[in-house]
């Protein structure tokens, strides 16, 4: 029996990559330090951001630049810098006002941590970046935090944490919120 | 499309477009250029004359009224040094 070659065609439905876009973005720019901001303790973060209600989901996207955060410029990376003082770190959280998890956490004596940070070092990083990951720089390297992470349910809050109220680090968050619904 | 912003005391210390960052946030026409730090939330006043009510003259008095905020940049701000990448 003659063997015919059967080629399965193509359409154009399994080619296209189904987009997913948010419904809204919202812009934030936050700075400060806890020693400065009385409502801000070791057991009242600061929150940055809060999920809409009434959203199916929000993603952080921590811009990204290659101008260092210490400048503390607003399309700069973002930057949570430790101080040599005991407890003077900051951490990152995130939280339904009963469980919180845990989304990174500095100490203090080290250099802190920063999102997305692209200076003449660690560029070889970018082609390896998924949508919504996160380079984070931690003391002398950098590792890559899943988009996953910083995705929040509705009404979840995204907030900073430090460990101590006395802490006169100045923290530098600049993202966005891309919201669904 | 609005803005928002966060403060405490005269600092600016949250800023966003597109939607309140959280529910400390207020609308505010105010587009940053410089960092948060180079801003400071004050008060506008105005100069009013009222009547004294101390007085059965019916003379007046100038009282100073709070007529709204503005934002404006700070004159003690320095800008950063940025460190050589």
Known sequence: ??????????????????????????VVTSTGQPSTNASWTTTAPNVLYTAPSTCKYAKIYWRKSTATAAGGREYAASNFPSLSTADYYFFLE??????????????????GFTFNNFNNTNLEYTPVLQENDTLVGME???????????????????????????????????FQAWVYN | MNTYIEVNGTSIIGWSSGAP????????????EKPLGAYEYVEVTETET??????????????????????QERADWVAPEVPAE
């Open chain 2, 21 to 32: 960052a959280t529910e400390n946030f207020f609308v505010f026409d105010f587009t940053p």
């Open chain 1, 140 to 174: 002398s390297g950098y590792f890559i935090m899943s988009g996953d992470a910083f995705t929040l349910a509705p009404g979840e809050k995204l907030q900073l944490g430090t460990g101590s109220n006395n802490n006169s680090a100045v923290f530098y968050a600049n």
């Open chain 1, 94 to 111: 995130i939280t339904d006002g009963i469980n919180s998890r845990e989304i990174i956490k500095a100490h203090n004596g080290a250099a």
């Open chain 2, 50 to 71: 009222v009547a004294d009510p101390n007085d059965p003259e019916n003379s007046t008095i100038e009282i100073e009224v709070v007529v709204g905020h503005t934002i």
């Open chain 1, 1 to 26: 029996m003659a063997l015919t070659k059967r080629i399965t065609p193509v359409t154009s439905t399994n080619l296209e990559k189904t987009i997913t876009r948010p419904d809204s973005v919202t």
